[in-house]
């Protein structure tokens, strides 16, 4: 049985990246959703739209790195708006 799954891994996976390829190329997405935005769309048919609850944060952290603020600044200024690690992807 081990063998077979061995033999079983490369197909499977192909199959996987064929589908991802496919979407990907129609214009949908595939992924992790990034942070200020949200996914709307059917299973295969996905878009990411900007949260707007969370665009002036997305707004404000762009703002700072072209000001020349480092990360550590902009990952602190993000906490005292009330963002938690586990919110950013």
């Known amino acids: 049985m081990e063998r077979q799954a061995g033999k079983e891994w ?3 996976r192909e199959r996987n ?3 991802q390829t496919a979407i990907v190329e129609s214009g949908h997405f595939v ?8 996914i709307e769309g059917d299973k295969y ?11 002036a944060l997305v707004e404000g952290v762009f703002e700072k790195a ?15 708006s009330g963002v938690e690690s586990s919110d950013v992807v």
Not at 45 to 55: A, F, N, P
């Open 45 to 55: 048919r996905k878009t990411l739209v900007v949260d707007e609850t969370k665009r």
């Open 31 to 38: 992924g992790p959703v990034p942070f200020g935005y949200r």
């Open 17 to 19: 990246v064929r589908s």
């Open 66 to 80: 072209i000001a020349g603020h480092s990360f550590r600044e902009i990952v602190a200024w993000l906490r005292t």
């Open 10 to 12: 490369p197909s499977i």
